[in-house]
Structures are given as C-alpha cells and as structure tokens.
C-alpha cells in the first residue's frame, strides 16, 4: 500500500532548541496534514495545507507543503515542556477518494526542562 | 463536551470474546472513521463510512466489522477478539470532501 516515511522516529531535546520532522512519500499528495498526540488522548490538528509551495504557520510551528507534492516539514521554534508528545504527518492522495488519509509512524518528541 | 466520543476508554478482554467499541460525534459530520494505533505503525485505517448506507474496507479489516447505525454513530466490533488486536482504537469524522479529520479520545484494547 502507499506509504508515509516520517523522520526521525524520535528526538530528544533541551528546552528552547529548534525542532525539525519530515514526511516524505514516493506518492504525489493533495493535502497535508499534521496531528499532535498526547498521552492518553486523540491525535490534534495542528496545521493543514493545501497547495503546493504552501508555508503556514501556527504559533511555534510552521509547516511547508512541498514543490514536488510529495513531502512536508514540520518546525517547532523556542520548544516547551508542554511540546512533548508525538507529532504525525498525514497526506490525502492526489485522485484520492475525497477523506481517506494516509498516516506516517509518528515521531516521539521528548523535551528535557 | 467532546465533539467526538468513545466508550468504553479502557477495556482489557478475553481470546475468543466479542467486543464492540462504540464512537458517537456531534460535529455534524457525514464521514467516520475507524483507525488503529501500534507503536510505530502510526495509524492504519480500519473502516470507514462517507454516509449511513455506505461502509468501506481499510487497510487492515480483517477480523474487525462496523455498523454505523446513524449519522452520528459508527461502531467497530470484533467477532472473535485475538492477542494481537491489542492496540489503541480510534474514531474519527470529517466532513464532506475536507481532508480534515477530528479524532475522538480513543478506546485502550487489550486482548489476554
């Protein structure tokens, strides 16, 4: 089936650092999305985008759609305590039957105070 | 109140047990969706329903089935439940051809 390589799986950070993650895929996307999950709860929408190009913002984070539509980049600025948890991409396939979305195996953020 | 519901939240059964977990939404949304969680695997969708009379197949549906008994209710039961259906569940809606989906708080599955 298709599939979302999202890098890295983990980070381990210090108060303040930057944060970066990626997804990419060999398939051309409609849409990104990334989620923040945290302990215990449902996966949260952070930040969607819809063209390709698109650079969007969210407070601390931003998130780019790439040219070639085939990956996106998540930042963290200034991270926080409260920034742990784990962070998903997902993408809806170009031609995709409209809703269905394709999910990447997470990257675990930990942040040290 | 939750826009999107799941009970129960934690349920701990028996190889060879029928279990339904049961989503309900008040978002409005016409589309439901069932997923499931395992470390490192991300989310894999189950099933899932644009609207009342229209059920779909997933990634992984074997051994799962769905009932979605009303625009706002979308449950997932398992036959026959074995160990390796040990995950976390969960549900979520959209609406329309968005792409935006809203997850619900998910059901802890554990199958002895």
């Known amino acids: 089936g298709q599939q979302l390589n999202q890098s890295p799986q983990s980070m381990f950070i210090q108060e303040g650092e930057d944060v970066s993650m990626n997804c990419t895929s060999s398939?051309?996307?409609?849409?990104w999305l990334w989620y923040k999950q945290d302990p215990g709860e449902g996966p949260v929408l952070l930040i969607a985008?819809?063209?390709?190009?698109e650079l969007t913002s969210n407070g601390r984070l931003t998130a780019q759609f790439g040219i070639t539509r085939k990956d996106s980049f998540l930042n963290i600025s200034a991270s926080i305590p409260s920034d742990v948890g784990i962070y998903f991409c997902a993408g809806s396939l170009i031609y995709n039957q409209g809703g269905k979305l394709i999910f990447g195996q997470g990257t675990e953020l930990s942040v040290k105070p | 109140d939750a826009d999107v519901t799941q009970t129960p939240r934690n349920r701990i059964t028996k190889t060879g047990k029928r279990i339904m977990l049961e989503c309900s939404q008040t978002k409005g949304h016409d589309r439901m969706y069932w997923y499931r969680q395992d470390p490192g695997l991300g989310l894999r969708l189950i099933y899932y329903?644009?609207?009342?009379?229209?059920?779909n197949k997933g990634e992984i549906s074997d051994g799962y089935s769905v009932s979605r008994q009303a625009q706002a209710k979308f449950s997932l039961s398992l036959e026959s439940a074995i160990p390796n259906q040990t995950a976390l569940y969960f549900c979520?809606?959209?609406?329309?051809?968005?792409?935006?989906?809203?997850f619900g708080p998910g059901t802890r599955l554990t199958v002895l």
């Open positions: 979520a809606t959209s609406q329309g051809d968005t792409d935006t989906q809203y």
């Open positions: 985008l819809y063209k390709a190009g």
């Open positions: 398939s051309i996307f409609n849409t």
């Open positions: 329903s644009f609207d009342v009379k229209d059920i």
